[in-house]
């Protein structure tokens, strides 16, 4: 099922995207606590999914998706968490902090090369030993059609396409075997990022701050496909567009810690809650870092993965 959150003559709803439109989940169950908000929907568990399935198949009356304001799937998640699941990208990433660094150097092929011989610049042997990952702001999630504002303090604007599962089911010390029970569904994730604040903050060891957090800097959306849908989350095309160009054309089977591993890691000693979210990290050469291409004034950043969907945003400088 592919479920979304939208509004519809000022009020909020929870809503099951279908062939023929849009079907409004809380008008057919007006009754069903579960069909309140897709947060509801979530902690309901099975028991609510089965019973939405159920009013599906009576074929209820749907409005075109493009009559509703589509708003980002969960708004407001319980808690976010971004991964770095991509080695690809980690890779990438540090090549293009070398260049980003040695350019502004008065002797930028001496400077590169010493960059390089320093290996301040390499992976590190943790990422290979365990899930890395930073706490998100989710006060911080934009729908897919909002214009976004550039943060003031930053002059160098980025994308990351990413893919997000949502936590459905509670639970502490879970095994990665047991994992993939606790997951509800997925979405894509464009998480926003102020490369220049990225690198002034980064030599403070605490993880990103305001590189990433900024409002309408995490980007959810359109839908969240349910677990049951979706045979294989390790098999998808992922696809990253500018203003229609295409900056990125992979899959999500590049990925080398999978959502069990991070959840395995993750709920160690710590109990996770039902509407959570977990970042993929980004893809292959899913962002601009990777490529030495920023963000410009105006422009539409449009990504898309393999039945779930596509989001789209268009970046405004302040």
Known sequence: MK????????????????DTGVVNLNAAAPKALAFSS?????????????????LLASRPVS????????LAPLPIPTQI??????????????????KLSAM??????????????????????????????YKANRFSVAPSGKDIVWPAYSEVMDFELEMACVIGKKGKDISTDNAEDH???YTIYNDFSARDA?????????????????????????????????????????????????????????IHWKFSDMIAHISMSETLYPGEVIGSGTVGLGCGLEHLRFLNDGDVVELEIEKIGVISNKVIKR
Not at 41 to 51: N, V
Not at 208 to 235: R, W
């Open 3 to 18: 479920l979304l959150t939208f509004k519809l003559q000022g009020e909020e709803y929870l809503g099951a995207l279908t």
């Open 38 to 54: 897709m947060q509801q929907f979530i902690e309901a568990g099975q028991p609510a999914l089965d019973r939405a399935y159920a």
């Open 63 to 70: 409005t075109p998706s493009d009559h509703v304001d589509w």
């Open 81 to 98: 968490r971004d991964c770095l699941g991509f080695e690809e990208h980690l890779k990438n990433a540090f090549e293009s902090a070398i």
């Open 104 to 133: 502004t150097a008065d002797d930028p092929v001496k400077t590169e090369q010493e960059l390089r011989a320093s290996g301040r610049f390499a992976a590190p042997e943790v990422w290979y030993q365990q899930p890395l990952y």
């Open 183 to 185: 997951i509800f569904g």
């Open 198 to 254: 990225q690198m002034l903050e980064s030599p403070g060891m605490l993880g990103p701050a305001k590189s990433k957090d900024f409002d309408d800097s995490i980007i959810l959306g359109p839908v969240i496909v349910t677990k049951d849908e979706l045979d294989d989350p390790y098999n998808l095309r992922m696809q990253a567009r500018i203003n229609g160009e295409t900056w990125c054309d992979s899959n999500s089977n590049t």
